[in-house]
Nanobody, 124 residues
């Protein structure tokens, strides 16, 4: 059983930056692809970014490509999401997720474990 806890959310002005962290415990972190998803009020949860087990491959939603960067430190059992040039439409609860797969999975149903989420609010 893997436990995930996100941190780093908060209130930021448009064009600002935030770095989210997700700390994992209870499993072998390097066995899991790690993803970030987000859910805005009244909307479905959507894929944001994914990184493979080794960290060599990543993928991003089109809406965040070029602004967000996902990375991981397997020695610290932590995955990060650096968010730059934030926009009001990035406002959402951000979730990290772990999937026991070698692939870059972008579908939420393919992930095995989820964190409780952290709120990101971008003001205009």
């Amino acid at each position: 059983q893997v436990q995930l806890v996100e941190s780093g959310g908060g209130l930021v002005q448009a064009m600002g930056s935030l770095r989210l962290s997700c700390a994992a415990s209870g499993g072998t972190f390097g066995n899991y692809a790690m993803g970030w998803f987000r859910q805005a009020p009244g909307k479905e949860r959507e894929f944001v970014a994914v990184i493979t087990r080794s960290g060599r491959d990543t993928d991003y939603a089109g809406s965040v490509k070029g602004r967000f960067t996902i990375s991981r430190d397997n020695a610290k059992n932590t995955v990060y999401l650096q968010m730059d040039s934030l926009k009001p439409e990035d406002t959402a609860v951000y979730y990290c997720a772990a999937g026991n797969t070698p692939y870059k999975i972008i579908y939420s149903y393919a992930y095995d474990y989820w964190g409780p989420g952290t709120q990101v609010t971008v003001s205009s």
